[in-house]
């Protein structure tokens, strides 16, 4: 097929995946937004505490600009993490955060297999994406924490604006303690990573973004002794 052609299918949003990089497909509807809005009040950390993250009640979201119009929305849907708190002393926080590159979700199915080829995650060969904090800092009505991400073997320390919610112990099911931890929209770069090409079309305008913007929410349940 003719580049002319292809380029007339991607601006149609024909979805032809095995021609052309997935920045040029057409946005699908499907998945929309993830905006977090806690109820009530941030709250400091604990003074000693240790949580599982619980990947049933929160999430990892992203949007990414197409043809410089409007976004692409998906998600991650397999995570995993623990947070240390500690209250009186930040220097003992922490976090440990793991994402399974394999479940990302924008709800086009064979956009997510492109996604998860060595055109983008390569998730056979990269199957994580890990991050690990450094630091936990006091900021405002909030805290940021200062770690390494590392994606595609690549590690670049970021740094995340949070806002903590809890703890609040259910009186009913399981009677756990949970926290919440709704981070601020931080804003990647997917060069830094190697994930994808960074494409234009024939008049310079971008395909897709090379800024990513991720949102991240999610409760944390007290582990016991």
Same mark, same amino acid.
């Given at each position: 097929?003719?580049?002319? !052609?292809?380029?007339?299918?991607?601006?149609?949003g024909?979805?032809?995946?095995?021609?052309?990089?997935?920045?040029?497909?057409?946005?699908?509807?499907?998945?929309?937004?993830?905006?977090?809005?806690?109820?009530?009040?941030?709250?400091?950390?604990?003074?000693?505490?240790?949580? @599982?993250?619980?990947?049933?009640?929160?999430?990892?979201?992203?949007?990414i600009?197409?043809?410089?119009?409007?976004n692409?929305?998906?998600?991650? !849907? @397999? $995570?995993?993490?623990?947070?240390?708190?500690?209250?009186?002393?930040?220097?003992k926080a922490?976090?440990?955060?793991?994402?399974?590159?394999?479940?990302?979700?924008?709800?086009?199915?064979?956009?997510?297999?492109?996604?998860?080829? @060595?055109?983008?995650?390569?998730?056979?060969?990269?199957?994580?994406?890990? /991050?690990?904090?450094?630091?936990?800092?006091?900021?405002? +009505?909030? $805290?940021a924490?200062?770690?390494?991400?590392?994606?595609?073997?690549?590690?670049?320390?970021?740094?995340? %604006?949070?806002?903590?919610?809890?703890? $609040?112990?259910?009186?009913?099911?399981d009677?756990?303690?949970?926290?919440?931890?709704?981070?601020? %929209?931080?804003?990647?770069?997917?060069?830094? /990573?190697?994930?994808?090409e960074? +494409?234009?079309?024939?008049?310079?305008?971008?395909?897709?973004?090379?800024?990513?913007?991720?949102?991240?929410?999610?409760? @944390?349940?007290?582990?016991?002794?």
């Open positions: 097929m003719k580049k002319h !052609n292809r380029l007339r299918l991607l601006a149609l024909v979805p032809s995946l095995a021609i052309v990089p997935l920045a040029w497909i057409a946005l699908h509807p499907g998945v929309a937004e993830l905006d977090y809005k806690p109820i009530g009040s941030p709250t400091p950390l604990a003074e000693k505490a240790v949580y @599982a993250v619980d990947a049933l009640h929160g999430g990892i979201s992203f949007e600009g197409h043809l410089e119009l409007t692409v929305h998906g998600r991650f !849907n @397999a $995570y995993s993490g623990e947070v240390i708190e500690d209250g009186e002393d930040l220097t922490s976090v440990h955060f793991k994402i399974e590159t394999k479940s990302i979700d924008t709800a086009v199915p064979a956009r997510d297999e492109h996604l998860r080829s @060595a055109d983008y995650f390569e998730v056979e060969k990269y199957p994580t994406i890990t /991050f690990v904090s450094r630091s936990v800092k006091k900021t405002g +009505t909030g $805290y924490v200062t770690g390494d991400l590392t994606m595609k073997g690549k590690t670049k320390s970021i740094t995340i %604006p949070f806002k903590h919610y809890g703890p $609040y112990t259910m009186s009913v099911g009677q756990s303690t949970r926290i919440g931890v709704v981070a601020e %929209p931080i804003v990647l770069k997917r060069s830094d /990573f190697g994930v994808g960074i +494409t234009r079309m024939p008049d310079g305008r971008l395909g897709g973004s090379d800024e990513v913007t991720i949102r991240l929410a999610f409760e @944390a349940i007290l582990k016991k002794d």
